[in-house]
């Protein structure tokens, strides 16, 4: 497939575009070490919505409906509300860091912890 132009086209960046991407980091290492779900990494993107943002911003992707067995899991309120407290962890390392500089968990920090304290890690079902 030829590059497109707009492939070819630099995009400038934000103010914000560096603790964003901490901001991602943080929230994508709390997802993968507290619910079992593929690991798509972290994508950059220049959407409208992240690109005019004032404040660090992420769009997180927690599966897809046409997938059979994620639109399983994404029905669940039970797996949503496990996705959404990963979610809030995430945005309170990323908070930490900012406030203290204090490095965020990362995907074995939550692994370690959910091992020691006897729970083990969830199954991915409700």
């Known amino acids: 497939m030829m590059p497109r ?3 070819l086209r630099e995009e400038p960046g934000n103010a914000v575009d560096l603790p964003s991407g901490a901001l991602a980091g943080s929230v994508f290492h709390a997802l993968l070490g507290q619910v079992p779900m593929v690991d798509r990494g972290v994508k950059h993107a220049r959407f409208a919505v992240l690109r005019l ?3 660090p911003a992420i769009l997180v992707e927690c599966g897809f409906v046409s997938n059979n067995a ?6 669940s309120a039970a797996w949503r509300e496990h996705v959404a407290n990963a979610i809030v962890d995430g945005v309170g390392g990323y908070k930490e860091l900012a406030e203290t500089k204090a490095r965020p968990k990362v995907i074995a920090d939550y692994r370690r912890a959910a091992t020691s304290d006897g729970n083990g890690l969830q199954t991915g079902k409700p």
Request: net charge negative; hydrophobic share 15%; charged share 35%.
């Open 70 to 75: 994620e639109s399983t899991l994404i029905s």
């Open 5 to 7: 132009e707009r492939d």
């Open 53 to 55: 943002c004032t404040q």
